[in-house]
């Protein structure tokens, strides 16, 4: 997905259900916000994710660490849940995508 606002290339962003195909990435979001409610969606596993930082600047390796291993949990568990799901309008934002990453691995 592309960022409407800056044109960056995102996995995880916020995404606007009333607006016609409008996402807007992270900070993007928190810069210039949007009209309308958006919601958060997307794996969380984006390659350049913010780097947590301590107080006063520094990077906090450990917290870093936490905030990836979290990040792969979470797509672990979609992966898991896309592969026993046999509900083809699934509600969760995920499967759909995870669906077609299992289909690609089958086929490839």
Known sequence: YNCNNCSKNVETRYHCPE?????????????????????KIGLGIDLDQPVVKQEGGATNPAEAKRV???????????????????????????CAKMKKVVQHTRTC
């Open 19 to 39: 607006c016609t195909d409008f996402d807007l990435c992270i900070p993007c979001y928190d810069k210039i916000g949007h009209q309308h409610t958006m919601k």
């Open 68 to 94: 990836k291993t979290e990040s792969i949990q979470r797509c672990i568990q979609s992966l898991v849940h896309a592969c026993r799901c046999k509900d083809e309008d699934c509600h969760l934002p995920s």
